[in-house]
Nanobody, 125 residues
Framework: QVQLVESGGGLVQAGGSLRLSCTAS????????IGWFRQAPGKERELVAA????????HYADSVKGRFAISRDNARMTVYLQMNSLKPEDTAVYYC??????????????????WGQGTQVTVSS
């Protein structure tokens, strides 16, 4: 079993940066792919970025390519989402999620087993 806790959200001006962290508990963390999702008010949850358990495979939403970067440190049981050049439309609650199958993170989010509680990111114009 994996428990996930997000941190690093906050209020930032457009053009600024934030780094989100997703810290896990559970001895099998390194066997899980991790995804960052976001949900804005009145909108559906969307995948922002995902990384496979070993790190070589990553996926980004088109809207964040070139601005966001996902990375992981299995020794620290933490996955990071570096967000640069933030825009007001990036405002949302950001969640991290874990699943053994990278494809599930990318294509079948309703089947994801483990979710964090979310952290708010607000980008002011």
């Amino acid at each position: 079993q994996v428990q996930l806790v997000e941190s690093g959200g906050g209020l930032v001006q457009a053009g600024g940066s934030l780094r989100l962290s997703c810290t896990a508990s559970g001895r099998t963390f390194s066997q899980y792919g991790i995804g960052w999702f976001r949900q804005a008010p009145g909108k559906e949850r969307e995948l922002v970025a995902a990384i496979s358990w070993s790190g070589p495979s990553t996926h980004y939403a088109d809207s964040v390519k070139g601005r966001f970067a996902i990375s992981r440190d299995n020794a620290r049981m933490t996955v990071y989402l570096q967000m640069n050049s933030l825009k007001p439309e990036d405002t949302a609650v950001y969640y991290c999620a874990a699943d053994r199958a990278f494809g599930v993170l990318r294509d079948y989010p309703r089947a994801i087993r483990y979710w964090g509680q979310g952290t708010q990111v607000t980008v002011s114009s």
